[in-house]
């Protein structure tokens, strides 16, 4: 008897260490500060699956820490993600001050997490393409290429004619750091730079993602990054009738 009691006991504490090492990130940023969209996550929760927007760092927590954004408005006249018509009706609605013109191209670049906590070098990751789960992010998972190299913007220059300004905007999240970022964002305005194009990018402005995302949606032309945030936006540039341009 003394025998299977233990056995439990120990079980009970792998099973314990197991979920411990699963939701560690989850834990460590539930417990962390939220204050400057930090642990905001506009793009997963408006368009992710039950296993992100119902975990701890889900819907909830955002209803909680981020009153009055845009997931805030969009769970209160919505119960799940994929709203398209909603999110548009949200964007429309929203004051700026100043929106995109027609003589501006519109670059989003997502650095934060998925650059900052990557094994590669910044050269690297501009050299080629790599996908998500080759960056050796612990439990961080799931394939797609968020940070693009500079053949992606080579391509799409030379697949478009385009207006000669660009402005970038560059964010990502659940990231205190930004070394990487902004090596990555200094190189692709530098290459932009030297293909022709006079370049904007105010790292101060890039501080609301709300206010960043609804500008980006309203692009004239915009080129996006990997991810959901800004592949949500590229569907809000089509739903309005403008160009995102792809390879």
């Not at 080629?128 to 992010?137: G, L, R």
Request: charged share 25%.
């Amino acid at each position: 008897m003394l025998y299977i009691y233990l056995t439990l006991i120990v079980l009970f504490w792998i099973i314990i260490g197991c979920l411990l090492y699963k939701y560690y990130n989850y834990i460590e940023l539930y417990f962390s500060d939220p204050s400057n969209y930090r642990n905001y996550r506009l793009g997963d929760m408006l368009t992710a699956g039950k296993d992100i927007t119902g975990n701890p760092m889900g819907i909830k927590y955002h209803l909680k820490y981020y009153p009055n954004s845009i997931v805030d408005k969009y769970y209160k006249k919505e119960t799940k993600p994929n709203n398209f018509d909603l999110i548009f009706d949200i964007v429309k609605n929203y004051k700026l001050d100043k929106l995109p013109t027609i003589e501006d191209v519109i670059v989003h670049l997502r650095i934060g997490d998925v650059i900052e906590y990557s094994r590669f070098s910044v050269d690297e990751h501009l050299e080629d393409y790599m996908d998500y789960n080759t960056t050796n992010f612990g439990t961080y998972g799931g394939l797609g290429n968020y940070v693009k190299p500079y053949k992606y913007y080579k391509d799409i220059i030379d697949k478009y004619k385009l207006p000669k300004n660009i402005i970038i905007k560059a964010g990502g999240c659940v990231c205190d750091k930004n070394i990487k970022g902004k090596e990555y964002v200094e190189k692709i305005k530098k290459f932009f730079e030297n293909n022709g194009f006079k370049v904007e990018y105010d790292e101060k402005n890039n501080l609301n993602p709300d206010d960043d995302f609804v500008y980006m949606c309203n692009a004239k032309y915009f080129i996006k990054s990997g991810g959901g945030f800004s592949r949500l936006i590229g569907q809000m540039v089509e739903k309005n009738s403008c160009t995102v341009c792809t390879i």
